[in-house]
């Protein structure tokens, strides 16, 4: 890729001016987002990344004629950090949300058989916005239903920043404030497994008010739902070098950093397939593992504390028929081991029939399945959800695996994540898995890139960028 118009970056044993180069290590959205800011600063940035593509986690590939998305991503309208990235490489558009919240919700595990229910808002003042729905949810019964209002309330009373609640976990309190197991699976489950990717046993109380609090009960149109209808290559790759290349950035893919060390003058080396680049900042934005590996010595209080921080997976299921056999473009199911379904079919740019995703979460059981057995599992699943697959003909079956898609949310998680800045002058790090106060999303991932731009940018005497997205930043 080419350097830009000006050198981002100089060599090994070429003189720099001071105070004026980065390097950031990682080209997921937090690394973008960091160098982008970075750049937009006057500051001459290398990015530089060991796949051969930009997006990190949020990405797509080729299959025959398809372009897939390893596992679909959506974010919220107050994932306020993500929407003003997508607005930075110019791709909101492409990228749209709901009008209006509006979830159907199929239940096939009923006497009766299948029953649809939906969660949706109304134009009305928090909380009733969504107290018509809750009222009308036909997978709880009316004492279930009142229970789940008097939790909700309970939680809009909760701070989450509050250290206690992140020893905490969910399962127990929804249990203390009564609610049933079907609660907890028809509505608690259906949103947080999703968001946090753990079920509330296994969800940091903390995380999981977060979650609840900011997306359904701090602004009517919060929870409202976006995304792609794109491929997520067309937005994390090539817009994102479209921005970084107008921004300055000097890009390089297919190039893994195996060290970094500092100078005894405060500048940092950056050791990557056998060159090195000098640097006056340096931002880590991969994952903690390889964070851990990259720290010097000292760099945090208790490095090793990174390797605590577990991760969980997400299983992705791809089904393509050869017909169209849902109207909707998405659904969430009950009763069943399925999720969510999307229809990814324009999205992909297949022709004729119909393409859908089933987004897995919390698949540490399913993860390492064979893919005959996931075949034989979901495909009569999709039948009892969805009439119209019965008569269809499957045209391909396939499934994508992110074994590490996430930090996992548990209990005590909260002050095993470190914040932007470390012990080392000019180092900091970036990441999902960072203090944002967020759980693994997008969102949190552009936040992390600000919080570690705005360390670095104060660090270097930079002004901040007057469009950068402005935000508290997490203790």
């Known amino acids: 890729m080419s350097d830009g118009s000006r050198p981002a970056q100089e060599r090994a044993g070429t003189p720099q ?45 080729r299959r025959g004629e398809l372009t897939v998305d390893n596992g679909q991503h959506v974010y919220l309208r107050c994932c306020t950090a993500y929407r003003w990235f997508l607005d930075r490489i110019e791709g909101a558009a492409l990228a749209p949300l709901q009008d209006r919240l509006d979830v159907p919700v199929v239940d096939v595990d009923k006497p009766a058989g299948r029953r649809l229910g939906r969660l949706r808002r109304d134009p009305l003042p928090v909380p009733l916005h969504l107290g018509r729905s809750l009222a009308a949810y036909p997978h709880l019964s009316l004492a279930e239903r009142a229970a789940v209002g008097r939790a909700a309330l309970a939680l809009q009373g ?64 919060a929870a409202d739902i976006g995304w792609s209808h794109v491929p997520l290559g067309e937005l994390h790759d ?22 970094i060390s500092s100078n005894e003058n405060g500048s940092w080396n950056v050791q990557a397939s056998g060159e090195t680049l000098h640097a006056d900042a340096v931002v880590l934005a991969v994952p903690q593992r390889e964070t851990h590996d990259l720290l010097p010595p000292g760099a945090l209080d208790d490095q090793g504390r990174l390797l605590d921080i577990g991760t969980a997976p997400i299983l992705n299921v791809h089904v393509v028929y050869d017909r169209k056999v849902l109207a909707k473009p998405f ?31 919390a698949a540490q059981d399913e993860i390492d399945t064979p893919v005959a057995d996931l075949r034989d599992r979901y495909l009569p699943e999709l039948e009892r959800l969805i009439p119209g ?27 095993l994540r470190p914040g932007a800045r470390t012990k080392s002058p000019g180092l900091y790090l970036a990441g999902a898995w960072t203090a944002t106060g967020w759980p693994a999303t997008m969102e949190s991932a552009v936040r992390s890139g600000v919080s570690a731009a705005d360390a670095a940018l104060s660090a270097l005497g930079r002004p901040r960028p007057r469009h950068l997205f402005e935000f508290e930043e997490a203790a």
């Open 17 to 61: 001016a001071p105070g004026r180069g980065a390097v950031v290590v990682g080209g997921g959205l937090a690394g973008i987002t960091a160098a982008l800011a970075l750049a937009d600063a006057g500051v001459h940035v290398t990015l530089l990344e060991g796949r051969p593509r930009l997006g990190g986690l949020a990405f797509s590939f």
């Open 158 to 221: 909760l701070d989450p920043a509050d250290p206690a609640l992140d020893t905490q976990d969910f399962g127990s309190w929804l249990t203390a404030h009564g609610q049933s197991a079907r609660a907890v699976e028809a509505l608690w489950d259906l949103v947080g497994v999703a968001t946090l990717n753990a079920v509330a046993g296994d969800a940091s109380l903390g995380l999981a008010a977060m979650v609840f609090k900011t997306g359904l009960l701090s602004d009517p149109g």
């Open 238 to 259: 090539r817009l994102a070098r479209k921005a970084l290349d107008s921004a300055g950035v000097r890009t390089e893919v297919r190039t893994r950093v195996t060290s």
């Open 331 to 361: 659904f969430a199911a009950l009763g069943t081991p399925v999720q969510w379904v999307f229809d990814r079919t324009d999205a992909s740019g297949l022709r004729t029939g119909q393409y859908l995703a089933l987004s897995q979460s």
């Open 389 to 415: 697959t019965r008569a269809a003909v499957v045209q391909d079956f396939f499934v994508t695996r992110e074994r590490t898609a996430t930090f996992a949310p548990t209990p005590g998680v909260g002050r």
